[in-house]
């Protein structure tokens, strides 16, 4: 179990409203929509891989043309992360004693149940 997969995925969105002191302003609302979704696993060397893909969406409403040609853009960017302690462990073998601990705890449990 503790080398398996995780999937995760996010949504976020923020709204920013100015206050218009002139007509002249450039905008009056900021609408950003943030989406994120990845996978990461953990290696028996507690290497954590982590692949993600984060994209964005800005929409400027109520705005003037004339300061902003394009009021509305994506943005996307993937990242591939590695992490890996090396103070904390020696290559992993907290991860592997508590997965062995896991394994025995199961053998016995079966053991004790019986028929």
């Keep these: 179990m503790a080398y398996q997969p995780s999937v995760?995925?996010?949504?976020?969105?923020?709204f920013d409203k100015k206050e218009l002191f002139s007509r002249l302003a450039a905008w009056f609302r900021t609408d950003?929509?943030?989406?994120?979704?990845?996978?990461s696993k953990l290696t028996e060397w507690e290497?954590?891989?982590?692949f993600t893909t984060l994209a964005t969406k800005t929409n400027i409403k109520d705005t003037n043309p004339m300061y902003v040609?394009?009021?509305?853009?994506?943005?996307?960017a993937p990242t591939l992360e590695?992490?890996?302690?090396?103070l904390?462990?020696?290559?992993g073998s907290d991860l592997k004693n508590s997965v062995e601990l896991q394994r025995v705890q199961g053998?016995?449990?079966?053991?004790?149940?019986g028929p």
Excluded: D, H
């Design 32 to 39: 950003y929509t943030l989406y994120q979704a990845g996978v």
């Design 8 to 14: 995760f995925a996010t949504i976020q969105a923020s």
């Design 69 to 76: 040609p394009e009021p509305s853009w994506y943005e996307a």
């Design 47 to 50: 290497l954590l891989q982590s």
């Design 82 to 86: 590695l992490s890996q302690p090396l």
């Design 107 to 113: 053998q016995l449990s079966a053991l004790t149940e």
């Design 88 to 91: 904390r462990t020696s290559l």
